[in-house]
């Protein structure tokens, strides 16, 4: 997959393709649907797949102090796609300048002259340009004389309502991994490098791997069943694993963090880019008065976590 991440005159081998375009937070089965029909555009035109997205997100660059929301960087989010078969991916740089374009002017600038687009799937619902005054009707109206067409794609949803990034942050703040899964069709994944930790858990015979959630909407604190893909290095591959999203009240500390215990493991994995998806939610996060009474706990957990995996089939 070719990402691009500026604005500058692309080469031709790189423009003229079929796009899916939104912010794509999570690429949960309702962005699936869009990235799917802007595949099929591409194919029937013979044109590159490519998705157009924003970095940062604008609700980040309108909010910059609104509490963090993310479902994924915008590296996870890359991933996603490259693993959906995005060949080109157009992650236009959202600043005051392209805030500031009018619905019509992006069209004109940014899909046709900095793009050359030759068509364009977007969400039934979506919006964009200054004021969010554009919509599917304006992009029908004004893409064919710029050279695209447009195709509006239904929104998904099942009997519990649509499928939405909302949704599924919803889903994962009140500890239900299962159904934030049922909406993006995948298991939630937080993907980080292992940073260096306080090296408590290796203290207390169960060592982890610390990767910070900086940015990342928070899953309800405590304890998951989870499995880890780790990325790169010697240790590379799928494991299984028990996982602490929280701030570790007994050490008294503040900053939220991920701590991933692997399943019968031994290595080191300081450096090695992990990402880890949460499968269950076994208990909140508590506080312990004595580290017996926490081992204690760690002991039934990496149980309890073990069995949830078994009964995941995971």
Avoid at 133 to 157: E, Y
Avoid at 255 to 263: C, D, H, I, R, T
Wanted: aromatic share 8%; proline share 5%.
């Amino acid at each position: 997959m070719h990402r691009h991440t500026t604005l500058d005159p692309l080469p031709a081998a790189h423009r003229g393709a079929a796009v899916a375009m939104g912010n794509f937070d999570g690429v949960h089965l309702g962005h699936q649907s869009v990235l799917a029909l802007a595949r099929a555009a591409a194919v029937e035109r013979d044109a590159p797949f490519g998705t157009i997205t924003f970095e940062p997100h604008p609700r980040s660059f309108f909010q910059p102090d609104a509490p963090a929301f993310r479902l994924m960087n915008a590296d996870s989010r890359a991933h996603r796609l490259a693993k959906l078969g995005v060949e080109e991916l157009y992650e236009l740089p959202f600043d005051g300048a392209l805030a500031g374009l009018t619905a019509e002017a992006f069209m004109e600038d940014i899909l046709s002259g900095v793009l050359g687009i030759r068509h364009l799937v977007v969400g039934a619902d979506f919006r964009f340009g200054k004021g969010r005054t554009g919509d599917v009707a304006l992009l029908q109206d004004k893409g064919p004389a710029l050279g695209f067409g447009v195709t509006a794609a239904p929104l998904v949803s099942d009997a519990r309502g649509d499928y939405s990034s909302t949704a599924i942050r919803t889903a994962l703040s009140e500890g239900r991994p299962a159904d934030a899964a049922r909406m993006l069709g995948h298991w939630h994944r937080i993907e980080g490098r292992v940073e260096k930790g306080f090296q408590r858990g290796r203290d207390l015979g169960f060592p982890t791997a610390n990767i910070a959630l900086d940015g990342l909407h928070l899953p309800k604190f405590g304890v998951y069943a989870v499995l880890v893909d780790v990325l790169d290095g010697p240790n590379a591959g799928r494991y299984r694993g028990a996982a602490s999203i929280g701030i570790r009240p007994t050490f008294g500390d503040h900053k939220p963090n991920l701590e991933v215990f692997l399943l019968d493991f031994a290595g080191d994995l300081y450096g090695a880019d992990l990402s880890v998806a949460l499968v269950a939610y076994e208990r909140p996060e508590e506080k312990f008065d004595t580290l017996d009474a926490l081992i204690e706990q760690m002991n039934a957990d990496v149980d309890a976590c073990r069995a949830s995996l078994d009964a995941a089939g995971a």
